[in-house]
């Protein structure tokens, strides 16, 4: 079975744009989760989607969204960028026991 | 509220050396899942284990041996004889399942082993 994909690897945004990452879990995983990773806060949650519905939700602020598809790929937008937004977001496609992430798209924002 | 703590944020040893990993946790829930994550440089978080809350008998996976007891909420990774491939920051994480089932990670241990 394929891993979890994520694209793009990397990505380098300006202040005030906005960026699109996306996801695709692992054939048959329903369960699609964001996270987001930096030096400072370490791994945080930002949402969980499950067969197109948002399921759990961290505490990021609205300019944080998702979506999942019919097919379980995963989008996560974020508008109006600010230099906090960079850091690595993972995402994770989970089965009933095990959650497996991806290599993460590592975001900079200038 | 869920949380995980990991107080080590460091540990350097040498090759060949054993060394373990604290984590302890907080919930309010009896049923529970603990998890151990490995994320080597190259940045993918890696599944080591998962334990739940009723599970307390100790893991042993080759060189890796994980330690639960729940009379002090605490789950610590052991790993015996270390070799520098081991060198990685090491997740410990909680959910909890009869509520969000969201998985909240601790802050990470940074393991280097020095050859």
């Known amino acids: 079975k394929a891993g979890v994909t994520q694209t793009p690897r990397y990505l380098i945004k300006t202040r005030g744009q906005q960026v699109t990452l996306s996801c695709s879990p692992i054939?048959?995983?329903?369960?699609v989760s964001w996270y987001q990773q930096t030096p400072g806060q370490g791994l945080q949650f930002l949402f969980e989607?499950?067969?197109?519905?948002?399921?759990n939700k961290g505490n990021f602020p609205g300019r944080f969204s998702g979506r999942q598809f019919s097919n379980s790929r995963s989008e996560m937008n974020v508008s109006t960028l600010e230099l906090g937004d960079s850091a690595l977001y993972l995402c994770?496609?989970?089965?009933?026991?095990?959650?497996?992430f991806g290599p993460g798209t590592r975001l900079t924002v200038t | 509220a869920q949380k995980v703590t990991q107080a080590q944020t460091e540990i350097s040893v040498v090759e060949k050396e054993d060394v373990t990993l604290d984590c302890v946790y907080e919930?309010?829930?009896?049923?529970?899942?603990l998890f151990w994550y490995k994320q080597p440089p190259s940045g993918e978080l890696v599944f080591l284990i998962r334990?739940?809350?009723?599970?307390?008998q100790n893991e042993i996976s080759g060189r890796y041996s994980w330690n639960f007891q729940k009379s002090t909420s605490s789950f610590n990774f052991t790993i015996t004889a270390s070799q520098v491939v081991d060198s990685a920051v090491y997740f410990c994480?909680?959910?909890?399942?009869?509520?969000?089932?969201?998985?909240?990670f601790g802050k990470g241990t940074r393991l280097h082993i020095l050859p």
């Open positions: 994770a496609s989970r089965d009933t026991y095990e959650q497996y």
């Open positions: 054939s048959g995983h329903r369960s």
């Open positions: 989607y499950f067969s197109e519905t948002q399921r």
């Open positions: 919930t309010r829930d009896t049923t529970y899942y």
């Open positions: 334990r739940n809350s009723f599970d307390e």
């Open positions: 994480a909680l959910s909890e399942p009869n509520r969000d089932d969201k998985i909240i």
